[in-house]
């Protein structure tokens, strides 16, 4: 399994990135496809989720309003677009695969696999 993350980069606060995440290595219809950060000395939390069967999705509070998780099925991709960034989302964004408990609950308490991270900074 291959979870590939991209799109990160330098972006002035106020602007947007579009994180990419390709994934490969088997069927996803039973899994909910998200997203985490890490800030540097902080621990990695949650930032969004969809499920990838019927698209049901959840956000931190953080981002809620600001970022949109969505999938494309046909290209295995599930992206994050991120608007009105600012200085404190500067983190590496990790993508993420749990297998769901249901098809209508975006929840990834326990994460079966992981990408590699796509460092996201935001300046002031």
């Known amino acids: 399994v291959q979870l590939q993350a991209s799109g990160g980069g330098l972006v002035q606060a106020g602007g947007s990135l579009r994180l990419s995440c390709a994934a490969s290595g088997r069927t996803f219809s ?3 496809m998200g997203w985490f950060r890490q800030a540097p000395g902080k621990e ?13 999705t959840s956000y931190a509070d953080s981002v ?10 046909a290209k295995n991709t599930v992206y994050l677009q991120m608007n009105s960034l600012k ?3 500067t983190a590496v964004y990790y993508c993420a695969a749990s297998l769901a ?4 609950i975006a929840s990834m308490s326990k994460v079966d696999y992981w990408g590699q991270g796509t460092l996201v900074t935001v300046s002031s």
Do not use: L, M, Q
């Open 44 to 56: 990695r939390e949650f930032v969004a989720a969809i499920t990838w069967s019927v698209g049901i």
């Open 30 to 32: 039973s899994y909910v």
């Open 64 to 73: 809620k309003g600001r970022f949109t998780v969505s999938r494309d099925n």
């Open 87 to 89: 200085p404190e989302d």
């Open 101 to 104: 408990r249901s098809r209508f």
